[in-house]
């Protein structure tokens, strides 16, 4: 099947058949769930790298991938390209986002003005296209790891001549998105991290790192580019150990610099999974610490340890994210899901493209049809409530609002039975829990039209 045979992507309902599996069995952009239209709740976006540059190698193999573009030999005239062809498929997927990194877009040159060049050429391209188009730029970011000279990290490398560099670069792209529009950006420690301990001046790198940060923002403000900044978690990989190593980590380090006013975090399923957690957890530590930003909607492997970045199948994660977004309201302030993913090796025809993005999509809005039901009903809420109610009245209010003490609560127990306070516990009932979230999602997506 030709890449353009395919034309745009209808939802058709849940009721049909395998033969319409290049359609949308859930994700109908305009119904409105929980108070909002599905495509306000979700807000897709496509990665730029792994949709358009992504040639699906793997360490033991070369790429697989092929797209129309490649005919182009000219990087420059590739870059140019993959543009027609990158507005040409969001608009066919209806994702109304994307985002990029700089060095996504157009090939280096030798020295940054020159650099720069390339990507201007390329940017105005982009431009117009977000123009015609009305598809818009969800985050932009720079890559600061692909090239050699960030083997040792960029704003934390032992070398000041690349700090440097790291800072002019970031200057462009904070430049680049203020001209399109950008809603977010984001920052992904790339090589921000270390490999041993031993050669590593840890703080300093990190006092580094928070400089940087400092420069950024002050330069955004100076050029009136209000986009939400934010710094996206990841455990390890490509570093042994990266700064930015989760949530909780990452909330500490932006309190520590005096950061906290100026990001948030963008989330990313298989990053939780490498820092051992759970995608729900990250985004729960983010949520209520009033740091959640924006998704990057991607799986793991379970069987496999690294940075997988599998388009989003699994419907009990999906339905769990969306659980906890309906709980916060949002995403995020300007926050959305970017498939932050790449098709596997043995899918490599141009249609896959499509194919992942659909399931991708279809996999998040039947989450949220799953969620949404779980909220109208209460379920999760009221089970909470009840779990911790012992601390609305009595001595657990007193130690709540902060009248109690430890000779309080001494009086309050010194003399109580053990039969008592086992009475005081009850039972999680967690395999009923289970089960009910299990028929939740099958009942919530069977009585879909
Ligand atoms: C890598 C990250 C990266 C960021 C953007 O693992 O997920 O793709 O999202 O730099
Ligand atoms: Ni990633
Ligand atoms: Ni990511």
Redesign the pocket.
């Known amino acids: 099947m030709g890449l353009w045979d395919i034309d745009k992507i209808e939802y058709v309902g849940r009721a049909k058949g395998p033969r319409e599996a290049l359609a949308f069995h859930y994700y109908d952009a305009d119904r409105v769930v929980s108070g909002k239209k599905m495509k306000d709740w979700l807000r897709f976006g496509v990665?730029w790298?792994h949709t358009f540059d992504q040639e699906l190698v793997d360490p033991f193999g070369a790429g697989t991938a092929q797209r129309p573009y490649y005919k182009y030999t000219d990087p420059m005239d590739q870059a140019l390209a993959k543009v027609d062809y990158a507005f040409e498929l969001f608009t066919r997927l209806g994702v109304e986002y994307f985002c990029f990194?700089d060095r996504d877009l157009a090939p280096e040159g030798d020295t940054l003005r020159e650099t720069n060049a390339n990507l201007d050429k390329v940017i105005s391209k982009v431009e117009d296209n977000m123009k015609s188009t009305g598809v818009r730029l969800l985050w932009n970011?720079s890559?600061l790891f692909t090239n050699p000279r960030f083997v040792d990290g960029a704003s934390t490398s032992p070398f000041a001549d690349i700090f440097a560099y790291s800072a002019a670069q970031l200057k462009h792209s904070l430049e680049i998105g203020k001209r399109l529009g950008a809603e977010n950006y984001?920052f992904?420690g790339?090589r921000e991290g270390y490999e041993n301990l031993w050669n590593t001046q840890m703080k300093r790198e990190q006092e580094h790192m928070a400089r940087f940060f400092h420069m950024c923002h002050e330069y955004a403000q100076e050029i009136g580019f209000d986009a939400q900044f934010l710094i996206?978690p990841?455990a390890k990989?490509p570093t042994m150990h990266q700064y930015d190593f989760d949530a909780s980590t990452a909330i500490a380090f932006l309190k520590t610099y005096g950061l906290d006013d100026i990001f948030k975090l963008?989330l990313?399923g298989?990053?939780a999974n490498l820092a051992g957690h759970t995608y729900q957890h990250e985004i729960r530590v983010a949520r209520e610490n009033g740091f959640l930003g924006s998704l990057?909607a991607n799986q793991g492997d379970k069987l496999i340890g690294w940075?997988m970045?599998e388009f989003p199948t699994d419907l009990y994660e999906t339905s769990t994210v969306m659980w906890e977004v309906l709980a916060a309201g949002s995403i995020g302030p300007h926050g959305g899901l970017?498939f932050?993913a790449k098709p596997r090796r043995s899918s490599f025809a141009p249609e896959d493209l499509f194919r992942s993005h659909v399931a991708g999509m279809d996999a998040y809005a039947a989450g949220l049809l799953v969620a949404a039901r779980m909220h109208d009903d209460r379920f999760i809420e009221d089970l909470q409530d009840s779990r911790y109610s012992s601390f609305d009245s009595g001595i657990g209010e007193t130690i709540e609002n902060g009248t109690a003490t430890l000779a309080s609560l001494e009086e309050y127990t010194l003399d109580r039975p053990q039969a008592e306070l086992i009475a005081a516990t009850q039972s999680d009932h967690l395999e009923s829990v289970k089960a009910t979230i299990n028929n939740y999602m099958i009942d919530a997506l069977a009585e879909q039209p």
């Open positions: 990665a790298w990194h970011t890559s984001v992904w790339g996206e990841k990989e963008n990313e298989n990053h990057d940075d970045d970017n932050d």
